[in-house]
């Protein structure tokens, strides 16, 4: 029997395959409520910004879909994951959406996260870009070679 499997590639990912743990989380994802969802995202954002999460606030968001602490755990650095790759990669809001509905988020969640993106993305980029490896930087070592006596 033949077994041939077929790579989607995501934009978001640098048009590679979506990571499998990212995958499993969109089930988790999609139990809580598309407003919840930019909130939660909003929570991550911040965080990329190099803000402080506020937990009790993502436990409040995420306590009546019964989350689990590894849940919220994994949702976090999953939305961590999307969300920082999408500005690394410059993918769009529009295109973005789509291909994680084509991962399986609903589409009122994917659109909540989108809109939440689109209003950050920028910020974000500038942000990346601050923390981004200079390689122009270097430093004068004054040096002597010595004679062997």
């Given amino acids: 029997m033949l077994n041939i499997h077929f790579l989607q590639r995501f934009r978001f990912c640098g048009d ?3 990571p499998d743990w990212v995958l499993a989380e969109m089930s988790i994802l999609s139990k809580i409520t598309s407003v919840k969802m930019k909130l939660l995202c909003a929570q ?3 965080n990329l910004l190099g803000e402080n999460i506020d937990y009790e ?3 409040k968001l995420t306590s009546d879909a019964k989350y689990e ?3 919220v755990k994994a949702s976090i650095a999953a939305l961590t994951f999307i969300l920082s790759s999408a500005v690394k990669h410059n993918v769009d809001g529009e295109s973005l959406s789509n291909e994680l509905q084509q991962l399986g988020l609903p589409k009122e969640h994917s659109t909540a996260l989108c ?3 689109e209003g950050k ?3 974000v980029r500038r942000k990346f870009k601050d923390q ?3 390689g122009a930087l270097f430093y004068c070592f004054p040096f002597f070679v010595m004679k062997p006596v």
Avoid: E, N
């Fill in 121 to 123: 993305r920028d910020d």
């Fill in 57 to 59: 606030k993502v436990h």
């Fill in 115 to 117: 809109k939440t993106y």
């Fill in 16 to 18: 590679l395959d979506c």
């Fill in 69 to 71: 602490i590894g849940d």
């Fill in 44 to 46: 991550v954002i911040k």
């Fill in 132 to 134: 981004s490896f200079r």
